[in-house]
């Protein structure tokens, strides 16, 4: 076979140089042109030497220590304190007696190792908060080889970033960040750190991609990287061609364990904002609107009557609005589509996330949204994030959608029997999904027993009987799309169904 093909592709090129004899003159000509001006636009691998060396002295190592109870550990495995199986504890004695001799087992100490790198000259240092959490100690070792112990400043854990202090008696070299709303796929980075504890290792590829969600946290907006990542870069810088830091390496898609080219970094717009609040408070302060949002399926966009060519980044669908939350009191609903927060374009959920708790709380912010087809703009106050801000919604978490009849659904009454069953608080009403037709538009919506239907587009319901008549409506005014809003395991969702012609 590879015989074959290579006779293939010398024939190939025996038929260009043939065409290439007997073409005009001028035909050799222009090739030639079109040759030259490919080869002035073609730019030569760029060389990171200067750029590592003006770097690397603030990039630095991170040691982390976990201790375990190593008895603790032995007894959990066993199953028992030290006694043969079976042997009873002889109350008032040690764990184990008389069968444990010698010196009490010893606390075992785990060494764990990232990476981080010098933000200013005081010894601040950035990394990710998975490498310090549950850390009794740090230790941060510089480009020289130089040990210091660490001071944690503060973590997110909703952003994974973590600010370290050292003090060493004198200015250290550090780096500035960059600004990562610039970045462009296709561009040059280079990577540093300690993969495997190899101190002082760079690698170089381009940007793959922009705005990853990989379903780390509620704010993923990750810089997709080919240069080589693996376990210990994380919390290590990623450098433009200028030197500056536009993201921190903090995660790898891999089925192997190791590098496939396929890295995440923390844009260094998000770095910044969450480093400054972090050094400054020690946590990080985010504005609340109280909405649970979703992405737009061309079903659901249809269902509601959208007037949008990629429902899927056009907006964010409000699912279930929080209780006396902002954005029940400025009478934001669910079904309403917000299009843009302060004049800025909101794409999908992870849009409007982000967009809100960069916003300062006790400051309004100005929400576009859609509403039976109209665009409105209202002046929001947003809040302070709560410690927990899933609890408060009416209608619970994601929700869902479902008909009958034709939707291929049987619906049931919300007894207290069946509330008590599916979780649904007092103050919520609906009609119970009982059953779903195989095949039908419910059951390739995915639709499922026990979703609880609370609403069709923005029509309530609280009974089968009002459920039903809600979806005829829906399908009539919509051509044959429903919108349904559902609570399913005490979290509310819309389900969009395109049933055809009702």
Same mark, same amino acid.
């Given at each position: 076979?590879?015989?074959?093909? %290579?006779?293939?592709a010398? =024939?190939? &090129? !025996?038929l260009?140089?043939?065409?290439?004899?007997?073409?005009?003159a001028?035909?050799?000509?222009?090739?030639m042109?079109? %040759?030259?001006?490919?080869q002035r636009?073609?730019?030569p691998?760029?060389?990171?030497?200067s750029l590592?060396?003006?770097v690397?002295?603030?990039?630095?190592?991170? %040691?982390v220590? *976990?201790?375990?109870d190593?008895t603790a550990?032995?007894q959990?495995d066993?199953?028992?304190?030290?006694a043969?199986?079976?042997f009873?504890?002889?109350p008032?004695?040690?764990?184990?007696?008389?069968?444990s001799f010698g010196?009490p087992?010893?606390?075992?100490?785990?060494?764990?190792?990232?990476?981080?790198?010098? *933000?200013?000259?005081?010894?601040?240092?950035?990394?990710n908060?998975?490498?310090?959490?549950d850390?009794?100690?740090?230790?941060?070792t510089l480009? #020289?080889g130089? %040990?210091?112990?660490a001071?944690?400043?503060?973590t997110?854990?909703k952003?994974?970033?973590a600010? &370290?202090?050292?003090?060493?008696?004198?200015?250290?070299?550090?780096?500035e960040?960059?600004?990562?709303a610039?970045?462009?796929?296709?561009?040059?980075?280079?990577?540093?750190g300690?993969?495997?504890? =190899?101190?002082?290792?760079?690698?170089?590829?381009?940007?793959?991609? =922009? $705005?990853?969600?990989i379903?780390d946290?509620p704010?993923?907006?990750?810089?997709?990287i080919?240069?080589? +990542?693996?376990?210990?870069?994380s919390?290590g810088? @990623?450098f433009?061609?200028?030197?500056?830091?536009?993201?921190?390496?903090?995660a790898? =898609?891999?089925?192997?364990?190791?590098?496939?080219?396929?890295g995440?970094?923390?844009?260094? #717009?998000m770095?910044h904002?969450?480093?400054?609040?972090l050094i400054?408070?020690g946590?990080?302060?985010?504005?609340?609107?109280?909405?649970? !949002?979703?992405? +737009?399926?061309?079903?659901?966009?249809?269902a @509601?009557? @959208?007037?949008?060519e990629?429902?899927?980044k056009?907006?964010? *669908?409000?699912?279930?609005?929080a209780?006396?939350?902002?954005a029940?009191?400025?009478?934001l609903?669910?079904?309403d589509?917000?299009?843009?927060?302060?004049?800025?374009?909101?794409?999908?959920?992870?849009?409007?996330?982000n #967009?809100i708790?960069?916003i300062?709380p006790?400051?309004?912010a100005?929400?576009?949204?859609l509403?039976n087809?109209?665009?409105?703009t209202?002046?929001?106050?947003?809040?302070t994030?709560? !410690?927990?801000?899933?609890?408060g919604?009416?209608?619970?978490g994601?929700?869902?959608t479902?008909?009958?009849?034709?939707l291929?659904l049987? @619906?049931?009454? /919300?007894?207290?029997?069946?509330?008590?069953?599916?979780?649904?608080p007092n103050?919520?009403s609906?009609?119970?999904v009982?059953?779903?037709k195989p095949?039908?538009?419910?059951?390739?919506?995915?639709?499922?027993?026990?979703?609880?239907?609370? $609403?069709?587009?923005?029509? #309530?319901v609280s009974?089968?009987?009002?459920?039903?008549?809600?979806i005829?409506?829906?399908?009539k005014?919509?051509?044959? !799309?429903?919108? /349904?809003?559902i609570?399913r395991?005490?979290q509310a969702l819309?389900?969009?169904i395109?049933?055809g012609k009702?």
């Amino acid at each position: 076979m590879q015989q074959t093909l %290579t006779r293939g592709a010398t =024939l190939a &090129l !025996a038929l260009l140089c043939g065409t290439a004899l007997i073409a005009p003159a001028h035909a050799a000509d222009t090739s030639m042109d079109m %040759t030259a001006a490919v080869q002035r636009d073609v730019k030569p691998v760029p060389d990171f030497t200067s750029l590592v060396k003006r770097v690397s002295k603030a990039v630095v190592s991170v %040691t982390v220590h *976990l201790k375990l109870d190593k008895t603790a550990d032995d007894q959990s495995d066993n199953g028992s304190s030290g006694a043969p199986p079976g042997f009873p504890q002889l109350p008032g004695f040690p764990p184990g007696f008389p069968f444990s001799f010698g010196a009490p087992a010893q606390p075992q100490v785990v060494e764990a190792k990232g990476s981080g790198f010098i *933000l200013n000259s005081s010894g601040i240092i950035v990394t990710n908060n998975h490498v310090v959490k549950d850390a009794k100690t740090v230790t941060v070792t510089l480009s #020289d080889g130089d %040990t210091y112990p660490a001071k944690i400043i503060g973590t997110d854990p909703k952003t994974d970033l973590a600010v &370290l202090k050292i003090s060493v008696g004198h200015p250290l070299p550090y780096v500035e960040l960059g600004d990562s709303a610039k970045v462009v796929p296709g561009e040059w980075v280079v990577a540093m750190g300690n993969p495997f504890g =190899l101190e002082n290792t760079v690698t170089a590829g381009i940007v793959s991609a =922009l $705005g990853r969600d990989i379903g780390d946290g509620p704010y993923d907006r990750f810089i997709q990287i080919d240069a080589p +990542i693996n376990e210990g870069n994380s919390g290590g810088p @990623l450098f433009n061609q200028s030197g500056q830091v536009i993201g921190v390496n903090t995660a790898i =898609l891999t089925p192997s364990g190791g590098s496939v080219g396929i890295g995440f970094a923390i844009p260094s #717009d998000m770095i910044h904002r969450v480093v400054d609040q972090l050094i400054a408070h020690g946590k990080v302060v985010r504005g609340y609107l109280g909405v649970a !949002a979703q992405v +737009i399926s061309p079903q659901m966009a249809k269902a @509601l009557g @959208l007037p949008m060519e990629r429902p899927e980044k056009d907006g964010a *669908l409000i699912a279930a609005v929080a209780k006396d939350s902002p954005a029940f009191r400025a009478g934001l609903k669910p079904g309403d589509v917000i299009t843009s927060v302060n004049g800025k374009n909101v794409r999908d959920p992870g849009d409007l996330a982000n #967009d809100i708790a960069d916003i300062d709380p006790e400051h309004d912010a100005k929400i576009t949204y859609l509403r039976n087809g109209k665009s409105t703009t209202v002046s929001v106050a947003v809040t302070t994030m709560p !410690a927990n801000p899933d609890v408060g919604f009416q209608n619970g978490g994601p929700q869902a959608t479902q008909s009958h009849g034709a939707l291929g659904l049987t @619906l049931a009454p /919300l007894t207290p029997q069946s509330r008590a069953q599916l979780n649904v608080p007092n103050n919520v009403s609906g009609a119970v999904v009982a059953s779903v037709k195989p095949n039908s538009p419910a059951d390739m919506a995915g639709l499922e027993p026990g979703d609880l239907i609370v $609403g069709v587009g923005n029509v #309530d319901v609280s009974s089968p009987d009002q459920a039903v008549a809600a979806i005829a409506a829906a399908r009539k005014a919509n051509a044959g !799309a429903v919108a /349904l809003r559902i609570i399913r395991q005490g979290q509310a969702l819309f389900v969009g169904i395109d049933t055809g012609k009702p």
